[in-house]
């Protein structure tokens, strides 16, 4: 069991979170009407090996998205941060 | 086999009452099953797994292959329990398994005549070839293969015991209460650290409970144990097995709380599941024996040397009189000796040619029977050994000459040993094999936090375990940040050789052709033999992941704790490469079964998760409502009258709804608070239709679409405020839709000055529907709801006794209807006035089953329609979607496939004749073959008492193109073949003139 430091609540059980998927993709504009850049942010994901940026929703907690460093290899957890703040 | 009179660990004035397979066994607190199941002389214990084999006890401890029996009765009733790993208790009954009619005769037994046609892979073999094009001859074949295979029988009733699960947290875990445990719990609790110490057994020791009782290692570990007691940063744990090792320093422990108990206390718990979060954590798990291979080597009376002497200075059992011991290294002397101690005639079958000159005096004083360079080739005797065939072997295990038949009733076996690495393997991955030790081994990396000490690392002399349990202590307790005072290291005491330091690479005994003498097995419990490794490479076997699987050796319920390094050797042989390079299996959890009652804990049944219930949940109960469960809900599915079954109920509650008026609890739909400066422009990009111009005081329908382009949820929000709007979503996407809402604003849209808080559990919600709803409503609020004050999709809030409740015109059944949204404390009170201020408007609630009756009625889309594979122009919704506007979802809902026209769309069915379409029924043409998918399926299906015929919706290929066709809809489960004509989904008033009205 991984286990997430959220910055809100402290040190918190992976039982407390809902994965939420690769957090390196970024979102088109909103305006964006060619269909590459969606089918891009949508479908297409890279599989790293080491160490990757993830988005953990504290669905049990303050509900607050967060971006976390995890290594795909060894499951350890690096920081972990606010989504908006990483987004701004 | 009989007990001793005196020795042992047992407590001989507490005698217990313990039978197997009927027989009253003698047994004292301290036994084992397998103890007392030795001592009272039964053999067999059990049939093996394929070949129905007679077998007896093998081992002392969890990788017991043979002695596995049903234990206890009834709802305690439990399959496939090594004896070895049953504490014995007063009352204790335990029957044989896997065999019919009894242990002793067992015709399955035949199997082992035909154990030629029962080789590796023999069920990918004999179900291709000739049968290959048909699956008949398996289905034939299945039953009985299926009813052959398998150990024991389950219990058919529930357990009545309850199960807990329990969190904690320590710094230092210690795995295992042998020397090299406690001599690293002991200077981690001195500095401070927060240590638990587990242990599988009921007794602390590890190995010194199988030397003699009453020596100088039971009084080193009693003052071990009496320090850590008394210390108050310290849990011992026995009875406890850590079985997983997981990322993050986490550790599955499973607790045997009440298993040593005939039945658990009143409020005991019968086994409690530890989830322990440790800093650092010291493996001291020790080593498990090794077979060696040779004809028979599985017959009873066969046993692992060190579980001889396990039984002989644990329990007080002698396993033989007359014994020959045979082992490829130096720890079975310690057995040889203590048996000639014990009483019994032993002769000492040594495979090496030279043994230390030290071991072997000892062995002589003793009065043991010494044969160097010799082997057992074969056993005979078959419930019972009778002989060993021993003769001189060669360097490659394989008789140099014909060899004499020697009378036993013992041979006890030692092909070296096995560090208990499972716990670092599940963590670490791979262990390395070290041939000094000539076993596999953990490696050791800085980023590691379970080590392992003693002679689970191999640790060769007793100086050497306490040194590195010492060593691993301090370690782990600096690490975690206790660098304080671990005072000194417990001085050692005099113990045997219990390493195979000077282990021969010899691990089976062949005939001079290098084949084994009948039947030599790797893996006991699967029935695996040696003839089955080597017909496994013939076939081109070469990796161990693929050779553990089509031999299954090392699959059975003990995971091939025995059969590994065996099987190993033979395919490193085989294959000419050594051992280290042919490699191992993983090792995953569990170390050892643990029942799934301890990991369920009390998650089953009602607490399996939380059952939610709204406010007027009671009173539906009271009313005689038949309830149902939505999602997490409990909601009233229908109100039954005297003599209704659900579709009568249905049918009249739905046509009352038309005609009068009726009341249905609608308060598990979604409701999400959407406030901020930016709420619009929010609702703006999340529904596909526009926001930016609803009114204070309006509402609105709303769709929204996933980010691939699928349709995703609908509802209504409400324009409650300037910057404050209420959004309401289906019962079943509640959660889905905030937490998208939720990612949407902070991963993205970061700038919009938006919160969405769930407020579902804040409001109930009734839905008023009918004719009649108006002046119902009027009645109760004495506000004025008329046409011209509150059209449809407005609001008004308005008092019903006393309390605020907001009154949204809005209807879903098709009729003029409101929806009551109450602050959810008063949703039961509201509900009661409406309830009895309507009996002069002839009010009926209604339940979800007529509610779905008349949405379907009206055309209206729900969750059967929503369920992820449709689009906005599936579903005929394209007329919602704005074009002025980008919203979630907009570019991808154009890709060409689902543009395309002959995708299913949204058709309604009028069903001919009184069977109704079953949901899930697919769609074909009126003729032609049946075959396929066809052009689509049933969505939702009911009775229309508005239209008296059956109705249904689906979705059809070209399904607009396609209105007037007669079609065939087939229900392929209830093999019922019915004809529709495809119409409009708007079944009912499709101008909306009702609901307007």
């Known amino acids: 069991m991984i286990r997430i430091d959220c910055p809100v609540c402290g040190l918190r059980n992976e039982t407390e979170f809902a994965y939420g998927g690769d957090a390196t993709v970024r979102r088109p504009a909103m305006d964006e009407s060619e269909m590459g850049p969606w089918r891009d942010y949508v479908f297409i994901r890279d599989n790293p090996r080491g160490w990757h940026r993830e988005y953990w929703h504290h669905v049990q907690g303050c509900r607050q998205w967060l971006v976390v460093e995890r290594n795909t290899l060894t499951h350890e957890v690096g920081t972990c941060r606010l989504a908006r703040e990483v987004a701004e | ?997």
């Not at chain 2, 080193?220 to 009875?239: C, D, I, S």
């Not at chain 2, 080597?297 to 066969?302: A, E, K, S, Y």
């Not at chain 2, 019903?800 to 949204?808: E, F, L, M, T």
């Not at chain 2, 369920?867 to 060409?896: Q, Y």
């Open chain 2, 1 to 997: 086999m009989r007990r001793l009179d005196t020795g042992g660990r047992l407590n001989r004035s507490k005698p217990l009452s313990v039978s197997f397979d009927g027989k009253r066994l003698a047994a004292f607190e301290g036994d084992t099953l397998a103890a007392a199941l030795l001592a009272g002389g039964v053999s067999p214990v059990g049939r093996s797994f394929k070949f129905h084999r007679p077998r007896g006890v093998l081992s002392a401890g969890v990788e017991e292959p043979n002695a596995l029996v049903h234990l206890r009765e009834g709802g305690r009733h439990e399959p496939n329990v090594p004896a070895t790993m049953v504490e014995a208790f007063d009352g204790l009954v335990a029957t044989g398994q896997n065999a019919w009619p009894s242990l002793d005769f067992d015709i399955g037994a035949i199997n082992d005549l035909f154990s030629r046609f029962l080789g590796a892979g023999f069920y990918y073999k004999t179900f291709i070839g000739p049968f290959r094009h048909s699956t008949r001859f398996w289905m034939m074949c299945e039953r009985f293969i299926r009813r052959a295979a398998g150990l024991g029988r389950a219990a058919l009733v529930a357990d009545p015991d309850h199960y807990e699960k329990r969190s904690a947290f320590c710094d230092v875990l210690v795995i295992g209460g042998g020397v090299a445990g406690l001599s690293a719990a002991l200077p981690a609790a001195r500095a401070g650290a927060d240590v638990m110490l587990v242990e599988q057994d009921f007794a602390l020791g590890g190995a010194v409970l199988s030397d003699p009782a009453g020596g100088a290692g039971d009084k080193w570990v009693a003052k071990a144990r009496a320090e850590l007691e008394a210390l108050q940063n310290v849990r011992v744990l026995t009875r406890t097995t850590a079985f997983g090792a997981y990322d993050g320093g986490v550790y599955g422990l499973v607790e045997r709380v009440a298993d040593h108990l005939k039945a658990p206390d009143e409020h005991q718990v019968r086994q409690r599941y530890w989830q322990v979060h440790a800093k650092r954590a010291v493996m001291a798990t020790g080593a498990i024996e090794r077979p060696l291979v040779f004809g028979g080597n599985d017959r009873p009376g066969v046993m692992l040397a060190g579980a001889v002497r396990t039984y002989l200075n644990r329990f007080a059992v002698l396993a033989g009189e007359n014994a020959v011991v045979t082992t490829n290294n130096d720890s079975a002397y310690q057995t040889a000796i203590d048996l000639a101690r014990a009483g019994a005639k032993v002769t000492l079958v040594d495979m090496r040619e030279n043994v230390d000159a030290d071991l072997t005096r000892l062995a002589r004083e003793a009065g043991v029977t010494l044969l160097t360079g010799h082997g057992v080739l074969e056993v005979k005797g078959s419930r019972r050994v009778t002989a060993a065939a021993v003769a001189p072997i060669d360097a490659r295990g394989r008789a140099k000459a014909a060899p004499r038949l020697v009378s036993v009733d013992l041979i006890a076996m030692s092909g070296g040993w096995s560090p208990t690495l499972h716990l670092w393997s599940q963590l670490y991955g791979k262990p390395v094999y070290d041939a000094a030790s000539a076993c596999f081994l953990p490696t050791e990396e800085d980023a590691h936090r379970l080590r392992a000490a003693g002679i689970a690392a191999a640790a060769q002399t007793l100086d050497e375990v306490i040194e590195q349990g010492f060593a691993r202590g301090v370690e782990a307790a600096s690490a975690a940040g206790f660098a304080g005072d671990s005072g000194t290291r417990p001085e050692g005491f005099a113990t045997g050789p219990f390493w195979p330091a000077t282990m021969s690479p010899l691990w089976a005994v062949f005939n001079a052709d290098g084949k084994c003498r009948g039947k030599a097995f790797v893996d006991f419990q699967h029935d695996v033999k040696i003839t089955d490794i080597d017909q496994a490479h013939l076939e081109g076997y070469v990796s161990v992941e693929h050779l553990k699987r089509y031999t299954t050796t090392g699959m059975a319920t003990d995971q091939g704790k025995l059969a590994g390094v065996n099987a190993l050797s033979r395919m490193a042989e085989l294959r000419g490469l050594p051992i280290a390079q042919v490699g191992t299996t993983t090792f995953r959890p569990p170390y050892t079964p643990v029942t799934i009652g301890a990991i369920v804990g009390h998650d089953h049944g009602r607490h399996f998760r939380p059952t939610r219930r709204s406010a007027m949940h009671h009173w539906h109960g009271e009313n005689g409502a038949v309830m149902i469960e939505a999602g997490a809900w409990m909601r009233p599915w229908y109100y039954p009258e005297p003599g209704e079954d659900l579709r009568a109920a249905y049918i009249r509650e739905a046509a009352h709804v038309r005609r009068d008026v009726g009341l249905v609890d609608v308060s598990t739909l979604g409701k999400i608070a959407v406030q901020g400066p930016d709420a619009a422009e929010f609702l703006n990009r999340i529904y596909v239709n526009g926001w930016k111009t609803l009114q204070i005081g309006r509402l609105r329908y709303g769709v929204m679409l996933r980010e691939d382009g699928f349709v995703f949820d609908d509802g209504a929000t409400a324009r409650l405020g300037e910057h404050d709007y209420f959004m309401s979503t289906t019962t079943a996407n509640a959660a889905r839709v905030l937490a998208f809402a939720e990612q949407l604003l902070q991963t993205e849209w970061t700038d919009l000055r938006v919160h969405v808080t769930s407020v579902t559990d804040q409001w109930a919600a009734i839905a008023v529907a009918g004719p009649n709803s108006r002046a119902l409503l009027t009645k109760v609020t004495g506000a004025d709801l008329s046409r011209e004050a509150l059209p449809n999709n407005h609001f008004t809030t308005a008092e019903i006794d006393g309390v605020g409740v907001r009154v949204h015109r809005m209807s879903y059944s098709g009729e003029l209807a409101y929806e009551v949204y109450i602050p959810a404390g008063y949703g039961r009170p509201v509900w009661e006035t409406l309830y009895a201020a309507g009996a002069e408007f002839n009010l009926r609630p209604y339940g979800t089953e007529s509610m779905g009756a008349l949405r379907i009625e009206k055309g209206h889309v729900a969750g059967q329609e929503l369920d992820g594979r449709t689009t906005l122009k599936d579903l005929n919704l394209e007329g919602f979607a704005s074009k002025k506007k980008p919203f979630v979802g907009a570019v991808l809902s154009k890709r060409p496939v689902l543009e395309d026209p002959a995708r299913p769309s949204l058709v309604g069915l009028e069903i001919a004749g009184a069977i109704g379409a079953k949901a899930g029924s697919l769609l074909y043409p009126a003729t032609g073959e049946t075959k396929g998918h066809g052009d689509g399926w049933v969505s939702s299906a009911t009775y229309s008492p508005a239209l008296g015929r059956n109705i249904a919706m689906g979705f059809l290929k070209s399904g607009k193109d396609r209105i007037g066709e007669t079609i065939r809809v087939v229900n392929f489960l209830g093999n019922e073949t019915l004809k529709a004509k495809v119409v409009s989904n708007h079944f009912f008033d499709p101008d909306g003139e009702r609901q307007n009205g």
